[in-house]
């Protein structure tokens, strides 16, 4: 299975852009990065997945690189309840393996 | 319109004692999972069913059964419980093999001592 890294922690201010990176070098050409969330001790909430194209939706958006090897996820305007631990994950057949994430905190 | 509904959210077992942890979809999706996850960090696959009559082992199959009832539900059964398996188990389903998405359940704390 393709292994994801991650930053364990970041910081970002409320009303500015926050920026997880996460590399994924032994990615396959066919497999999708996804991203998801997990507010507390919540079920995780998907936020976006993309193949090699950029994509953006209403929650964030989602910048893969050329060689596929590394992506990042943009909050575009992070607020105190984007305060979440975040995780990059590289889907193998109908399976998510999730890695430990990058607790993201949000500060006023 | 409920999602993903995950039965009990709480349990405590004594070790050796068994229960059936119970999630149920209303979402017409194929797909569905069984994930632990322990305090700290990601989540574990325990078992899977990419679609109804079939399931599959994850990567920590060990002490679990499943069955996959029917298209809505997919229950988690551990026979003889143990502390090892205290943890937060979340059920998640998808359309069709990942690509639109997961969506989880609120998950059950299940305490073993």
């Known amino acids: 299975d393709a292994k994801t890294t991650q930053p364990t922690s970041m910081d970002c201010a409320e009303g500015r852009a926050a920026n997880l990176p996460c590399n994924h070098s032994?990615?396959?050409?066919?497999?999708?990065v996804y991203w998801y969330r997990q507010i507390h001790s919540q079920g995780p909430q998907y936020i976006i997945h993309?193949?090699?194209n950029n994509e953006t939706n209403e929650m964030a958006s989602l910048i893969i690189t050329e060689d596929r090897k590394s992506s990042t996820l943009i909050l575009p305007h992070a607020t105190l309840r984007d305060t979440a631990v975040y995780y990059c994950?590289?889907?193998?057949?109908?399976?998510?393996?999730f890695g430990e994430g990058t607790q993201l905190t949000v500060n006023p | 319109n409920a999602g993903v509904t995950q039965t009990p959210k709480f349990q405590v077992l004594k070790t050796g004692q068994s229960m059936t942890l119970q999630c149920a979809q209303d979402?017409?999706?194929?797909?569905m999972y069984w994930y632990r996850q322990d305090p700290g960090m990601g989540l574990r696959l325990i078992y899977y069913?990419?679609?109804?009559?079939?399931?599959d082992k994850g990567e920590v199959p060990n002490g679990y059964n499943v069955s996959r009832l029917n298209k809505r539900e997919f229950s988690l059964r551990l026979e003889s419980a143990a502390p090892s398996q205290t943890s937060v188990y979340f059920c998640?389903?998808?359309?069709?093999?990942?690509?639109?998405?997961?969506?989880f359940g609120s998950g059950t704390r299940l305490t073993v001592v």
């Open positions: 994950i590289v889907r193998v057949g109908s399976r998510l393996t």
């Open positions: 032994t990615i396959s050409g066919n497999e999708y």
């Open positions: 993309g193949l090699k």
């Open positions: 979402m017409n999706h194929n797909s």
């Open positions: 069913s990419a679609s109804e009559g079939t399931t």
């Open positions: 998640a389903t998808t359309l069709d093999r990942g690509y639109y998405g997961y969506t």
